[in-house]
């Protein structure tokens, strides 16, 4: 996918386990979002920053932290891991006033 | 209720059929709307916008009913490559870009 790029695409971890998903972004947009995408659910947001510096709460934060650390990256840290957090894991831009452009996701299992 | 509901499908069809979904939105203030498509295992990507006065885009049509409050994505000459499922979007009064709300999606598969 042009522009957002996510590591690792794959993950397994295990209940109580930490780790940090990495977003980047070249497309010079303020505006950078982490979705959750679970079956038979829509997209759900976590967390988002409007700009560099500022991040907010969406819907579903809990057990989540996010760093904006400069323009380009934006990650979401999950400190202790959860079986309930497996899931499917979309980062996204967004130029000013227009629709998103998503990563191609990580795929995230917690035993 | 929830904010955006689509019938998860799947819909089945042979190519060259005519497929219409459906979106109904629960807040009668929603600002925007759009359809993104997702492929198996893939990101969404954006596929149309969806305006007032109903917009078009080669096969692909969508329209907008606010009396009624749904959306739809009319698909005209359907062509394997359309398979995917499809996910109505929908900015709510007071969100902007930053709050959108996703339905879960309906899916399609076109067959020979």
């Known amino acids: 996918n042009a522009g957002v790029t996510q590591t690792p695409k794959f993950q397994v971890l295990k209940t109580g386990q930490s780790m940090t998903l990495q977003c980047a972004q070249d497309?010079?947009?303020?505006?950078m979002y982490w979705y959750r995408q679970d079956p038979g659910m829509g997209l759900r947001l976590i967390y988002y920053?409007?700009?560099?510096?500022?991040?907010d709460k969406g819907e579903v934060p809990n057990g989540y932290n996010v760093s904006r650390l400069n323009k380009r990256e934006f990650s979401l840290r999950l400190e202790s891991a959860a079986p309930s957090q497996t899931s499917v894991y979309f980062c996204?831009?967004?130029?000013?006033?227009?629709?998103?452009?998503f990563g191609d996701g990580t795929r995230l299992s917690i035993l | 209720r929830k904010e955006v509901e689509q019938d998860p499908g799947p819909f089945n069809v042979p190519e060259g059929a005519t497929v219409a979904f459906n979106c109904t939105y629960s807040n009668s203030a929603s600002q925007s709307f759009f359809w993104y498509r997702q492929d198996c295992r893939k990101e969404p990507k954006l596929l149309m916008s969806?305006?007032?006065s109903g917009n078009e885009d080669g096969r692909f049509t969508a329209q907008l009913n606010r009396a009624s409050q749904y959306i739809s994505l009319l698909i005209r000459d359907s062509k394997l490559s359309d398979s995917a499922t499809y996910l109505c979007v929908v900015i709510p009064p007071s969100g902007g870009y930053n709050k959108l709300i996703f339905g879960a999606g309906t899916r399609l598969a076109v067959h020979p």
């Open positions: 969806v305006y007032s």
């Open positions: 996204a831009s967004m130029p000013g006033g227009q629709p998103q452009h």
């Open positions: 920053s409007a700009s560099e510096g500022t991040t």
């Open positions: 497309m010079n947009h303020n505006s």
